[in-house]
């Protein structure tokens, strides 16, 4: 009995413990920070519950199939992004590289995103919370100027944690304190890759199941708190209206695709580690589907403590004016509650109508409250530790809070950093005797050296750029080469002979079609729309300036042209590789040409891969 | 509690026992003290007389320090507080929170970086065991390897790392000991 066709070969590949592993890294690489913070504001200002309908087009004609695409190559190759795209064809090695240049840049600003997160929750031991006081002035007569007249949860996130400047030209000086927290956040990641998958498997049971306990918890409570109802209610009422904008669509589609991190190389490493007789169809559904599921779910504490957020400032907002009525009517104290307060308002319209004006009340509106929607940065460290105050044991809320959000971006990690690793390890510029964890303490090591100019005064404005230019379009420009070079270069026909040994499975209809022209169609369209709105105007951000006549609002200001130009190299660096490694190797070819004749490419499958 | 006759009478008596203890002379009476325009809001202006000084009122700003320096006294006879009881125009210094020693974030950045480190340690040093234990092996199974060995082909999915096809029994064709198939 010589070795058959079907014993796996053992080519010394490090594999999964077992497919549970593997799924779970799968969906703690997707689901990240991203599903906690921008899918429920997606949601709140596309129309509540109609968002979910563009939401579920984009999931089963561009999220499913492009997921699908990348675990069945990883699987069928066995190689890390650079050297599966170079398989393919050696022209297509640019989209490796593409994707291995995307995978270094978002791990260096994700990372960052962690730091803050992990300085929150070593402040979040603390009686009272730091962000819940203002600090007083020099002569404690009041308090800190900045701090009143923003909120102590702004001077908090904006003076003590990023100590930001004005203008991002003004870079100000290195914050110690994130230093240390960014030397923490690289050595937890450098403790979990050590020895690639072999430590993150472990891991990730960890960081990928501890936010659903968390996001139950949080959901139990959240639902007993006042105005819950309020918040969810306003979350999910579908306003069909929206559908008619096209830019809900945009988003919807945005959305799907950058939220199952697809196009980072970090999906190929992990499947490239699977048994090639691996039902990657199922695996595909499976994640995407948990994916968004998730969304949904997390969405639900997200909206129940906001709505307990606007109602607790509503009626902050109601106290103040029933105050300053009964101090000006001198009205016995409560004569007005909440309850009466808007028949007490028109009584005493009709009755006393100037002083009534004079008294100078703000209109309380819950609905305003409720609008004030946040996303990103603002949702976790601003909205919510604001909510948390208002909790009865608002330590162990915070503490939670900060856990989930930090085991939701490590798992993120993990897939970004195995997209950097992976490839590394089979370029062969290293020897086969070096051992892995060197390799990865160098990535951790050079990569916190780069992400030290993140804790600079200006550090977050720098953050803002990465996430918009080098996390969006080049991964739509990746992946739509992906599905162009799998579908027309390496043939339809023959990766679905290869599906189909994997799988054991013919493709059906779905996948030909969406794989050979919707996705592609999709990606296009998206991309184009994209880049055509970011133009529309030009790029401005927003400044916290404690000088600008219209503090606390932020101030708009548009980046200085060097700034600029760092955004279209970020944009375009991932992008151009793919065309300048096809144009390598073809002068490369035409070179060769000229000595021998043209060996013709040998014909690739799974069935025959050895890596 | 309700506003009543009671407590104005103890209102009179604190402002009386703050003017005493301010300018250290007990000649202040709570008939001294004088409370006009009570309102049900439970708000009222009130005075203080001098009765050496022939019924002339003694000035605001003395008032206001004597009330300021024993305010914790009168917010706690009335069972109030800064907030809820207010004196206008005497604003109350605030007290700062209280800040230990070492900052407490501080405190448990360094337990978190001792576990790091010490997980980061204990993950390195097991790694250069197993790969001192591997080297050891490989030198030990080229020693072996002049020996016969016995085959092993039982074993179900045997990686075909080490093709020591000794199987001689199964490939009758070929000869069994002599060859030495190098492993993939």
């Not at chain 1, 690639?196 to 501890?210: H, L, M, N, S």
């Not at chain 2, 050496?52 to 507080?81: D, H, Q």
């Amino acid at each position: 009995l010589s070795a058959t066709p079907e014993i796996p070969k053992e080519d010394g590949r490090p594999k999964w413990d077992n497919k549970f592993q593997y799924i779970l890294s799968c969906i703690g690489f997707a689901v990240g920070l991203g599903n906690v913070w921008r899918f429920p504001y997606l949601c709140q200002i596309h129309g509540g519950g109609a968002f979910l309908i563009p939401y579920f087009i984009a999931l089963v004609f561009e999220g499913i199939p492009l997921l699908h695409l990348e675990l069945a190559l990883g699987q069928c190759l066995r190689k890390g992004s650079i050297g599966a795209w170079n398989t393919i064809s050696p022209y297509l090695g640019g989209v490796g590289v593409g994707s291995w240049v995307v995978s270094i840049l978002v791990s260096l600003y994700y990372n960052t995103v962690l730091m803050w997160v992990m300085w929150y929750f070593i402040n979040s031991f603390q009686e009272p919370l730091p962000w819940s006081v203002c600090p007083l002035n020099e002569n404690r007569t009041g308090f800190n100027k900045e701090c009143y007249e923003s909120t102590a949860v702004n001077y908090f996130w904006y003076r003590k944690t990023l100590n930001i400047t004005p203008d991002i030209a003004e870079s100000g000086t290195l914050q110690w304190w994130l230093i240390l927290c960014l030397a923490t956040c690289w050595a937890i990641v450098y403790l979990c890759t050590i020895r690639g998958i072999e430590t993150t498997g472990k891991a990730i049971y960890v960081t990928a199941i501890f936010p659903y306990l968390v996001l139950t918890i949080f959901l139990i409570q959240g639902l007993t708190l006042p105005g819950a109802t309020d918040g969810l209610v306003y979350l999910f009422t579908p306003n069909l209206n929206t559908l008619k904008n096209p830019r809900v669509w945009l988003d919807a589609a945005t959305q799907i695709f950058f939220s199952l991190s697809l196009a980072f190389g970090g999906l190929i490493a992990f499947s490239s580690y699977n048994p090639q007789k691996n039902d990657c169809e199922k695996d595909a559904v499976t994640v995407a589907v948990v994916n968004s599921v998730t969304s949904l779910y997390a969405s639900i504490p997200v909206f129940s403590v906001l709505g307990f957020k606007a109602t607790t400032a509503y009626w902050d907002c109601l106290d103040r004016n029933i105050l300053s009525i009964i101090n000006e009517f001198d009205l016995p104290e409560e004569s007005i509650m909440r309850q009466n307060y808007t028949s007490w308002i028109s009584f005493l319209n009709s009755s006393h109508p100037e002083k009534i004006a004079g008294v100078k009340l703000k209109s309380c509106d819950l609905q305003e409250f409720l609008d004030q929607s946040v996303s990103g940065t603002g949702l976790a460290f601003i909205v919510f530790t604001q909510a948390i105050i208002l909790m009865p044991g608002s330590q162990a809320w915070a503490i939670l809070f900060f856990i989930m959000l930090f085991s939701l971006g490590l798992s993120s990690m993990f897939g970004n950093i195995e997209g950097v690793f992976t490839p590394l390890l089979e370029l062969q510029i290293v020897s086969k005797s070096t051992p892995k964890e060197l390799l990865s303490g160098i990535i951790c090591l050079i990569s916190f050296l780069i992400a030290l100019c993140f804790t600079l005064g200006s550090g977050s404005y720098w953050i803002d750029i990465f996430d918009r230019y080098a996390g969006s379009v080049p991964l739509l420009v990746i992946a739509f080469f992906e599905v162009i070079g799998v579908v027309y270069i390496y043939k339809i026909k023959r990766f679905s002979k290869d599906v189909k040994w994997m799988t054991g499975r013919k493709l059906n209809l779905y996948w030909q079609i969406t794989w050979r022209f919707i996705s592609p169609l999709l990606l296009l369209i998206v991309f184009m729309a994209f880049v055509t709105l970011q133009m529309l105007k030009p790029p401005s951000y927003a400044a916290w300036n404690p000088k600008y006549e219209g503090f606390p609002m932020k101030e708009e200001k548009v980046y200085p042209p060097w700034v600029q130009a760092i955004c279209v190299l970020l944009a375009a660096l991932p992008c151009v590789c793919v065309p300048l490694v096809a144009l390598f190797h073809l002068i490369k070819q035409k070179r060769r040409s000229k000595d021998t004749s043209l060996v013709s490419p040998e014909v690739f499958s799974c069935q025959g891969a050895i890596s | 509690y309700a506003w009543d006759a009671n407590e104005e009478y103890l209102f009179k008596a604190m402002v009386a026992f703050a003017m005493r203890r301010y300018s250290s002379k007990s000649t202040t009476q709570i008939s001294n003290v004088l409370l006009c325009n009570v309102t049900d809001r439970v708000s009222f202006w009130f005075v203080v007389t001098d009765s050496s000084k022939n019924v002339t009122t003694v000035p605001g700003s003395v008032v206001e320090a004597a009330i300021r320096m024993n305010r914790n006294r009168i917010n706690s006879a009335f069972l109030l507080s800064d907030k809820t009881l207010q004196f206008l125009k005497i604003t109350s210094t605030l007290s700062p929170p209280v800040e230990p020693s070492t900052p407490v974030w501080l405190i448990v950045f360094g337990v978190v970086l001792c576990l790091i480190v010490a997980g980061i340690v204990f993950l390195i040093v097991s790694g250069i065991q197993k790969h001192k234990k591997k080297n050891k092996e490989s030198t030990e199974r080229e020693n072996l390897e002049e020996k016969v060995e016995v085959t092993v082909t039982l074993e179900n999915g045997l990686p075909c790392e080490v093709l020591d096809l000794k199987a001689g029994h199964i490939n009758g064709v070929f000869p069994a000991d002599d060859e030495r198939f190098t492993s993939l």
